[in-house]
């Protein structure tokens, strides 16, 4: 009888009999709800219409145009990737590439063990004058490049305080234009770069390291740890995010930098400091071959995004 009753039930029924039939009464959304979230959407419109408008649409015309052959004037004709085929047949790119990696040795690598110094000695007994230190270091980053570059400019000139100094301390056989010297322009432009990044770094650090827990330490010295231990074992795990931030951030600034090499160098001497930024500006402004440039600048995003990828998987937080 239970059987004749179950199966007289249809499949809809039945599926209603065991709690099924959800869609039919699932709870509708209150229209509080709705009008909440189409708040929020406004909210979020006017920050989204200017990425859009100057982040996503500049980068998809910059692809466009590299696809074309146009001088900026006359109509643009479709070239395919002939432009890529150009860019990778000229040795001035990978010549520009080393520059810009060894460029990360001066830009990232110093600046940040830099910055891991600056803050050891800044956590450890230098409390007093913190804020000093902060603004003497940060300084730096406030001024724009091409004022730093006009002014370390002069500072490496022949009569420069470089030479002057190194005159000074019985070093006079050594002075030289260093942004004009062949072998060492590309060091005394990473030296520049040293300069306004080892900054940042510390600020980063020393923010992420006043975020660790004093108890800590307080347990590292009751286990008897030195001030190097502390710093290795209690201030480098609490300031790794900062790390990989630093890293990144200056990583593009070395592969992407332009007005400081313009203003110094300008690429000289003989090419000896060309960067793909440089490059990227001489096709489009002085050859007028747009597609060119627009096509060098897609392969420097390639080369940015893949290195600073891979800068964010090796310093990953595993943890």
């Known amino acids: 009888m239970a ?17 099924g039939g959800r869609a039919a009464h699932a709870p509708t959304r209150p229209p509080r709800w709705r009008g909440r979230r189409a708040r929020g959407w406004l909210y979020v419109l006017p920050a989204l219409a200017v990425y859009l408008g100057f982040a996503i649409w500049p980068a998809l015309n910059t692809l466009r145009l ?16 002939d432009n890529y085929v150009e860019i990778f047949q000229d040795s001035a790119l990978y010549e520009a590439i080393l520059h810009s990696l060894v460029l990360i040795i001066f830009f990232s690598f110093i600046p940040i063990g830099v910055g891991l110094l600056m803050t050891a000695l800044l ?6 004058g913190m804020t000093f230190f902060r603004v ?30 190194l005159d000074l301390v019985g070093l006079g056989a ?23 990044m080892s900054g940042l770094c510390m600020m980063l650090f020393l923010t992420g390291a006043q975020k660790i827990d004093p108890s ?18 209690v201030t480098l795990p609490g ?10 951030i200056t990583t593009i600034a070395a592969l992407a930098s332009f007005d400081l090499v313009f ?16 490059l990227v500006y001489r096709l489009a402004f002085n050859e007028g071959d747009i597609g060119g440039a627009s096509a060098l600048a897609v392969v420097l995003t390639v080369i940015v995004v893949a290195v600073v990828s891979a800068v964010r998987y090796f310093t990953r937080d595993e943890s």
């Open 216 to 233: 800590l330490y307080e347990a590292a010295k009751l286990d008897g740890a030195g001030s190097f231990r502390q710093f290795r074992h």
């Open 174 to 196: 050594i002075t030289r234009a260093w942004l004009g010297d062949y072998q060492l322009a590309l060091i005394a432009l990473g030296l520049i770069g040293t300069w306004v």
């Open 136 to 165: 003497v270091f940060f300084l730096p980053q406030v001024l724009p490049l091409v004022a730093v570059g006009i002014t370390w400019r002069w500072l490496y000139s022949d009569s420069g305080v470089v030479n002057q100094f």
């Open 239 to 248: 300031v790794r995010r900062e790390i990989t931030v630093a890293g990144v």
């Open 66 to 81: 590299s696809l074309l052959t146009w001088d900026g004037i006359l109509p643009a004709t479709w070239a395919g990737f």
């Open 263 to 278: 203003v110094t160098t300008n690429g000289g001497p003989a090419g000896q400091t060309n960067v793909p930024g440089l």
């Open 123 to 128: 956590m450890g007994k230098v409390r007093r």
């Open 3 to 19: 059987r004749e009753l179950t199966s007289s039930v249809s499949p809809p029924r039945a599926h209603e009999a065991r709690g």
